[in-house]
């Protein structure tokens, strides 16, 4: 089975697994009392927002170990990460203000940690930009393992600000250090969609990987270059 | 050591000597800065919002955008005849460059501050007095950060078509920790307040310092070429 | 001294991709001077910013003996701060080079006397007509006595008694001068007259190739120059 | 009278060519106001300043900083193989070059303003839908009369060095009328408060544009060499 | 068709002064043809500028039968826009000129293909090589089919077979195409090879002054550089 395969195959698993969640949240997940219905989106939300940030770190730490092993494989699974970082930090910025506009009235609102997610992303699009304005493979590599370890240390600072600044958004409910205040019903099912998540995330980056592959590959092997 | 510091010197007394015979950036920033104050002053209602409320974040808006006319005008220089491939193709290592280049935008942006502070005293009546030192103090913590990134980002970007742009893409998210840090320590001060109420943005600030300074040291030599 | 291995590069991708270096492999000691003529678009401009270490070439390798600190470049830029003198300029570069502190005065003055820019020497290089701008240049890369020079068209602008002085001092640098052995040049033009004295070894390059190779001999500029019209223009 | 603004719109599509395919200081100019636009929020303490109050000086801010990229890309971008000369020592009239820049000039700015503006409404979280025509209106008639003045001013520094810093400094005491005016009217109607309350700095402003706007086109001509 | 009158510019003030032009009169007309030489900083690209109108001299002035629509000058700078193609920037200059809309495209396409560049023309300009660039500009400048041409060292940078290509080109164009009558050609150069067959006469420049101002006559190249020689290298 060809990587591309494996990686359509566990997306769809993980596909399957987020739909498996919601008929769990929407079926037989008790309904909020505060929030109602709304509450729903936080399956979807939350663990992509954890996977937002865990996907800057893993590009951080490829990008590290590329400095040393100069292995290209590091690096395309550093890009893979990072494109699938952008497309959760996408989902967290509009599942975000969908959930918002009921709870809080407004669509936007500058709580620290909002405003930190928007700043994620934006990381993501500069270091995307960045990749694609270096046309030689080794400079490209070598440069965005440069930004991907500024950006992994970043991503602490800009969470550092959520307890330094007061904030609308509701403090760590589940990452906190005393034990999860989550009713055990509404917890398994979150523990259940964060598992899906994480397919997500793998089935998206092996996608990922295996097109960088084959685009090195159509281009003759030769690495493909040109004036920086 | 001794080598790297001593061509870090001459490349950044290079850039000051230029910025000093030519001025454009320096004037810019600081005409800049006499803008957005004097903007800030016609535009507010003055019995609506008091000074207080609003003299930080003018103030760190002001020198931002004095640090990134700095980064910008620290490559722009080396494009003129394309000095920059000069450098590139000399024994210069790109450490020496780094650090060059970083004192000359620390000057830029030290000289901008210098004399954007007295005319936002002046502009705004705000009692800094009383304060000025530890004011200076966080000035510089929070400059130091984000003008070592930049530094960093600008020795990335440096050859790659549109890097002015992708300067301020990329340095943007990370002028966040710093900027914040920044304002609330300075609403604090001015606010009179005890300084032990900002400590943790002063941490913030020193850990900023900390860590992007020495990464940026430890991956500049990655820039480099070999 | 300065060797080249394979080098291939090109620019740009797919349906408009331009193969500017295409299998070029050579090695030149010390005494040699290698001319490569060529046509517009050749390649010329990219093999030697390929051979200064500005462009790293997508297949193959360069040697330098003595790195980066033996090679003199003057390009089709001058690499010159328009607001700096021209002695500024050279101290500058002086030192980047490492030229020790106490010899990059004197040797500014002699390289810059050598290309008749003595009265010119504290004129802000935006001042300088543009002759008298290529003498400046190649002062610059001349200022730390380059085991290695690479010329691109070095006599573009220079006036006749300039273009006389600085063929005859790359006539001296070749053989060295009274600090050591000789040096390796490569100058590159698309003007067969230009130069072709200078060289012990003759190519030229059309479409990123060298069609053709070879010791200079004998061969004076118009044999030379029939040789390249049959490999370069006709061929 | 065809003919010139034949010209002109020959000038002004070259411009916005060459800006949309190197994007460069469009990009700029909508980064650094979403950066301004961050800086503000984070700077305030959301309790003690309402909204409203500041809102409308940090858009003048955001606009007018666009409006000088706007300005000094205008030129930059002759001065590349000095192209500007060979404007100069073409057929083309000073008059042509004015308004072909002005054009250009306007159509940048237009298009950071209208980024700027929903980012604007969307972090501020002001109330626009009811004053939103009136608001598009007051931004239309401030930033004619800066850019129309902006553009006289660069073609007049232009051949000059040090062009950049000439026109920030000469145009920094002719921003003032319009962005007070624009300050407060933008203030009025983000209020609530009726139209009326803001007649005199409307007539300001128009009368702003009408003088200036005229001037630029009577005094064009003596920029003209002959 | 070109008259200048007691021409006199001096850059800079006081001690450091460089008097670029100094009391520059002659009467060109249609068909003539005035080559002038002179070494680096002699002041012949300002007195191109001056000529074009770039720059106002403090001293004398200057006659174009036709204004500036009738003038094309290739300067040391090529006016192109790098972002644009060649095309492109071609179209732009041509509507500046004044070409009618229907005649751009057909006359950018004649001067590509004149000169060589019909492949390249839709290469943007920053990814030209430096005679390839020259290329472009020379067909900026003779887009609107001017009657008075101005040329700042045309062949700068351009191949043997593109120098010949414009040798004849602008022989054509001195005598007049079938559009009508002959044009006025000012060459400046440093180098008196170049394109001295082209001139009806000759001027020699040093120091801002014309110290030899006469037709050709039958003069070839080896009697003007003995000539040059005589006048402005030892005099
Ligand atoms: C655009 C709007 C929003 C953005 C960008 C956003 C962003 C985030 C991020 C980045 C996290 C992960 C934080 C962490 O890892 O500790 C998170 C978690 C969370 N968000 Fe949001 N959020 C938004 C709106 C909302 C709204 C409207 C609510 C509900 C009132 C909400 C409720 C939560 C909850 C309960 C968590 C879990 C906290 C935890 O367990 O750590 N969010 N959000
Ligand atoms: N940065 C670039 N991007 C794309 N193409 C380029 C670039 N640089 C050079 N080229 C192309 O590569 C080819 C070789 O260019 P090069 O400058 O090496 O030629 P050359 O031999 O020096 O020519 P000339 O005599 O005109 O200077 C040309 O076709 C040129 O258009
Ligand atoms: N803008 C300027 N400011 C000051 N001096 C200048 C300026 N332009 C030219 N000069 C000086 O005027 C003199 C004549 O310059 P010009 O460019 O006309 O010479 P040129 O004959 O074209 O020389 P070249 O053959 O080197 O191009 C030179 O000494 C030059 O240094
Ligand atoms: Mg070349
Ligand atoms: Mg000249």
Redesign the pocket.
Known sequence: MSLAHKGRRITLVALVCVAAVYVRALAFTPVERL?GPAQKI?YL??PA??W??AAMILVGLAGTFYLFLKDPRLDRFAEASAEVGTVFATI??TT??I??KP??GTW?TWDA??T???FLFFLYVGYLLVRGAVRDPGLRARYAAVLGICGMCLVPFI?LS?FLFRTL????????PSAPSLPSSMLATWLFSLTAFTLLYVGFVTQRYALSLARDAQRGGSPEAGPV | MGELLVQAWTVARKDLVLEFRTRTALISAVVFTALVLTVFNFGRDPTAVPTIDLAPTILWVTFTFAAMLALNRAFQLELENQALEGLLVSPLSRTSLYWGKLIANLVFVAVVEGVGLPLFVLFFDVPVGRVLVPLIGVIALATLGFVAVGTLFSALVIRTRFAELLLVVILLPFLVPPLIGAVQVTARLLGGRPLSEAVGYLKLLAAYDIVFVSLASFLFRFTVDE | MLSAEGLRHAFGEGRGQVVALDGVSFDLTSGQTLAIFGPNGAGKTTLLKVLAGLIHPQVGSVHVTGGRRAIGWIGHQSHLYEHLTVRENLLFWAALYGVPAARRGPRAAEVLGRLGMARRADQPVWSLSRGLAQRAAIAKALIHDPSVLLLDEPFTGLDLAAAAELRALLGELRVGGAAGGGRVLVLATHNVDEGVELATDVAFQRRGRFVHFAPRGGRGPAEIAEAYRRAVVDG
């Open positions: 929030q936080f939300h939350v927002a954890l937002t940030e967290v910025l975000g203000p959930w918002g709870i809080w936007w940690r909002l930190s997610t928007l969470h959520v958004h509701p403090q760590p409910i589940i990452l906190k």
